[in-house]
Nanobody, 125 residues
Framework: QVTLVESGGGSVQPGGSLRLSCVAT????????MGWFRQAPGKEREGVAG????????YYADSVKGRFTIFRDGLNNEITLQMNGLKPEDTAMYYC??????????????????WGQGTQVTVSS
């Protein structure tokens, strides 16, 4: 069983930055892929960024390209999401996810078996 714990959420003004972290209770290099998702009230959970094993290729939702960056540190069982240029539409609960089986599309919820409890990000003036 893998437990994921997110941190780093909070409130920020438009244009600001936040850095989210996700720590796994077991070594993340066993995970074939990891990702960040978000869910706003009344909306479906959507993929934000995902990365394959070994800090390989990263993929981003079109809405965050150029603003968000995902990093993976397998030695410290951690992935991070650096979010710059935040917009009000980025407001949501953000979730970390991991898969230890073969990964397909890293931005799809069905790819992942393990999920964190979420951390809230609020962008408003």
């Amino acid at each position: 069983q893998v437990t994921l714990v997110e941190s780093g959420g909070g409130s920020v003004q438009p244009g600001g930055s936040l850095r989210l972290s996700c720590v796994a209770t077991k070594y993340t290099y066993f995970a074939n892929c990891m990702g960040w998702f978000r869910q706003a009230p009344g909306k479906e959970r959507e993929g934000v960024a995902g990365i394959y094993a070994g800090g390989g290729s990263a993929y981003y939702a079109d809405s965050v390209k150029g603003r968000f960056t995902i990093f993976r540190d397998g030695l410290n069982n951690e992935i991070t999401l650096q979010m710059n240029g935040l917009k009000p539409e980025d407001t949501a609960m953000y979730y970390c996810a991991a898969s230890v089986v073969a990964c397909s599309t890293v931005l799809e919820t069905l790819t992942y078996e393990f999920w964190g409890q979420g951390t809230q990000v609020t962008v408003s003036s």
